[in-house]
């Protein structure tokens, strides 16, 4: 498995200054700022990008563990909330919103999965201290 890579820069202090995200694919570049990060600025910020990973990686975990299953999803749908406590400026919690199209699964079954792959999904592994939540929708 290849080692995967982003850069971050900055420049001035923390509330006027700004900085520049990149991505070692090449396809995200954009700024980023104190009023992305903690008010309601335009640009991204590293919150959001977590949740990007977040999302991604438990609908790819989700698909596995479906497939391992016997199970193949039409489209699993991933939505990812991430808090960041202001004032501990910490993660505190992530939540999850899943909306699956999956034939021939019941509802325990899929929940069980679910959570199996909000468990293992090697972005929910890294995010450890955080509480993740999952609400998770047959649809």
Not at 18 to 40: C, I, K, T
Not at 111 to 137: H, M, Y
């Amino acid at each position: 498995m290849p080692t995967r890579n982003a850069e971050a820069t900055w420049r001035g202090d923390l509330q006027t200054g700004s900085g520049d995200l990149a991505l070692g694919s090449g396809v995200y570049e954009g700024p980023y700022s104190f009023a992305s990060r903690f008010e309601d600025g335009d640009e991204t910020n590293p919150e959001e990008l977590i949740g990007a990973a977040h999302a991604g990686c438990f609908v790819m975990a989700l698909s596995n563990e479906l497939d391992e299953a016997g199970y193949e999803a039409e489209e699993l749908h991933a939505d990812a909330e991430v808090h960041l406590d202001p004032e501990a400026l910490e993660i505190d919690w992530v939540e999850l919103t899943l909306e699956a199209t999956i034939p021939d699964i019941d509802e325990e079954t899929f929940q069980e999965i679910a959570a199996g792959a909000k468990e293992n999904c090697p972005v929910s592994k890294a995010l450890a201290g955080v509480d993740i939540r999952l609400d998770a929708t047959l649809v």
